[in-house]
């Protein structure tokens, strides 16, 4: 009776030592997790309205025979007509491309040629932006002169878009960082440090436009444009 005593008690013993080991792995767990998971992600995000500095026009003239070469003679005629129109509104010829003529030939419903399609496409790229603007609304004239031209939207382009970049990105990480601090102060945390930054493409869109893209947009129908940048920021909260 007396030899099975201290046995028990050893065996007791032995049971409370492996429950307390098992009971600091999970409190050092715990704590290891908590440095893990203790972490705040907020989205900050700025906005500037810019002026686009750049226009690219495109447009075209077709003119249509039942022989390629009458057909070309008036499209030259055609084409002559709006140079001279472009030029007089203050196209410049280095802001101007004339394409070499593209032919389509064209068929009747039993596959024989019926005729021809010819046309010159043309693209006006320039920074005078108001200049261009006016040059187009102009090229209305050439419809009511007859000249089938087919014009484009005008496309702006904002180029200094590359130099916005890391002041807007700021921006947006300031706004970001001013979020986070406003939640903890509400806890009673405290911000730690930076964990990870994602910074999304921008969204340059129209004034007012709510259109939101993973991939980024980048709006050319207008001119004035809104740039948005998001940033994604993860801190430590201690």
Do not use: C, H
Request: aromatic letters at 6%; proline letters at 3%.
């Amino acid at each position: 009776m007396q030899g099975r005593l201290p046995l028990a008690l050893g065996a007791g013993l032995a049971l409370i030592a492996v429950a307390l080991a098992i009971g600091l792995f999970a409190v050092a767990a715990g704590i290891r997790d908590r440095g893990t998971a203790d972490t705040i992600s907020v989205t900050g995000s700025a906005k500037r309205t810019i002026t686009s500095d750049f226009v690219i026009w495109e447009a075209s003239i077709s003119a249509q025979g039942l022989f390629p070469a009458p057909a070309a003679a008036q499209l030259d005629r055609w084409l002559e007509r709006t140079l001279a129109a472009l030029e007089a509104s203050g196209i410049q010829d280095d802001e101007l491309t004339v394409r070499a003529i593209s032919t389509e030939s064209l068929f009747g419903q039993n596959g024989e040629i019926t005729g021809y399609n010819l046309t010159r496409s043309l693209q006006v790229r320039s920074a005078r932006v108001d200049v261009i603007v006016a040059a187009i609304e102009d090229s209305s004239r050439l419809l009511a002169a007859d000249v089938p031209l087919s014009a484009g939207q005008p496309q702006y382009v904002y180029t200094k878009l590359a130099e916005l970049r890391p002041a807007l990105s700021a921006e947006a990480t300031k706004d970001a960082i001013g979020r986070a601090e406003a939640i903890v102060e509400i806890t009673g945390d405290e911000l730690g440090g930076l964990r990870d930054v994602s910074v999304a493409p921008f969204q340059v869109t129209a004034p007012g436009s709510t259109d939101v893209s993973d991939y980024g947009i980048y709006d050319t129908s207008t001119r004035e444009k809104e740039v948005t940048a998001v940033v994604n920021v993860t801190f430590a909260v201690k």
